[in-house]
């Protein structure tokens, strides 16, 4: 995003509503917009989050995106994207932020969401493609790209999401694990049945986990997601809320400590667990 668009197709009279400042037309610019291809889906009322950690690349992006009739939000860093997200339509994600790194972005954003991303950035190696696309992205562009390809690979993607079957918004899905029971909609957790009585915090600290079954949550996201912080210096309140939410649970085994990286969900009621605890025989506080 960091490179000037001279190819900027006709802008758009039509003004739409932006979280963010919008650049009105120059003088001399033409109010008339191309007319889509057929099948191609309206631009207007659709929001694009663009995460971008160079302001002036944002700036010229969004600014192009408002002429082509978007709504635009920004985010500068991997926090705010995490956060952000969930008032977009599509995720213009460039993967080289200063807090998180993109492809841990973009796995958070699709463990709770469908939402469209296209991931933006300088790495253009096959392997950075491929990782991309396993972290959840649904496109792929490398730095320099024309912004015309951007917004043709924007219509595709959005027109297939427009084609998914309509399904319950995950953020809202009950989840299970072996005994466990968390339901974000009510914001309640149960164990073998019996409630869990937990914190704000730890209950978005387990259910973070258990979106992500098989994927070692780094403390990094944690702290971005969790507490909307991922400046902040390494301290004990991961740790503390970790300790406190095994000894709910009734086994350090629900929590996994992976060293130097940061957490994930167990599974101590599978015989070859370590830690395993027989079902029904779980100590609970």
């Known amino acids: 995003m960091n490179r000037q668009y001279a190819d900027l197709v006709a802008p758009s009279a039509r003004r739409h509503r932006s979280h963010g400042p919008l650049v009105p037309l120059a003088p001399g610019d033409h109010p008339a917009r191309p007319v889509p291809a057929q099948g191609a889906p309206r631009a207007q009322g659709l929001n694009i989050l663009v995460v971008e ?23 500068t860093t991997g926090a705010q994207a995490l956060r952000g997200h969930r008032e977009a339509d599509l995720v213009l994600l460039d993967l080289d932020l200063p807090d998180l790194d993109g492809l841990e972005v973009c796995r958070g954003i699709r463990a709770v969401s469908d939402l469209p991303i296209i991931s933006v950035t300088a790495r253009g190696s096959e392997l950075d493609c491929v990782l991309c696309l396993q972290a959840g992205s649904d496109d792929y562009l490398a730095k320099p790209y024309g912004f015309r390809e951007l917004l043709a690979r924007m219509e595709a993607v959005l027109r297939r999401a427009q084609v998914r079957p309509a399904a319950p918004a995950p953020a809202g899905r009950v989840l299970t694990h072996g005994p466990l029971r ?5 914001r309640t957790a149960t164990l073998d049945g019996r409630p869990l009585d937990l914190t704000r915090k730890e209950f978005d600290l387990l ?3 258990a979106t992500q079954p098989s994927t070692v949550i780094p403390r990094r996201q944690i702290m971005a997601q969790v507490w909307d912080d991922a400046w902040s210096p390494r301290g004990r309140t991961v740790d503390t809320h970790v300790g406190t939410l095994r000894a709910k649970l009734g086994s350090s085994a629900w929590i996994v400590t992976v060293r ?21 025989h779980a100590p609970f506080r």
């Open 53 to 75: 950690n160079d302001p002036r690349a944002a700036d010229t992006l969004r600014q192009g995106l408002v002429r082509h009739g978007y709504a635009t939000h920004g985010a």
């Open 182 to 186: 968390i339901d974000p909609g009510a």
């Open 207 to 209: 259910h973070l986990l």
């Open 260 to 280: 130097g990286v940061g957490f994930r969900i167990g599974s101590p009621w599978r015989p070859d667990a370590p830690g395993h605890v027989p079902r029904g």
